[in-house]
């Protein structure tokens, strides 16, 4: 089994930045990619972005490219997700999930944390 927990979340202006990390634990040494998603109120839970643990390769949702950037410290098992120029639509509750495949789609992670709020005020 493997527990993902999310932090950094909050309240931020438009145009502010945060940044949030998830830190993974247990059976974490055969997993591949690790991702983050979000889901606002009424609306689905959409990718955001994703990360191999090995070599690091980075996708991003077009919404979100060069405005956030996904990072990993293997060291301590954490994944981050920089978020900058952040939007009132960026507002939702941000998951982090593990998977073990490569190049994932929503339905093939594996594990997911409980989510962490973000709330961009305009």
């Known amino acids: 089994q493997v527990q993902l927990a999310e932090s950094g979340g909050g309240l931020v202006q438009a145009g502010g930045s945060l940044r949030l990390s998830c830190a993974s634990s247990?059976?974490?040494?055969?997993?591949?990619?690790m991702g983050w998603f979000r889901q606002a109120p009424g609306k689905e839970r959409e990718f955001v972005a994703r990360?191999?643990?090995?070599?690091?390769?980075?996708t991003y949702a077009d919404s979100v490219k060069g405005r956030f950037t996904i990072s990993r410290e293997n060291a301590k098992n954490t994944v981050y997700l920089q978020m900058n120029s952040l939007k009132p639509e960026d507002t939702a509750v941000y998951y982090c999930a593990a998977a073990y495949r490569k190049m994932p789609n929503l339905s093939d992670y594996d594990y997911w944390g409980q989510g962490t709020q973000v709330t961009v005020s305009s």
């Open positions: 990360i191999a643990w090995v070599g690091g390769l980075t």
């Open positions: 247990g059976r974490t040494f055969s997993l591949y990619t």
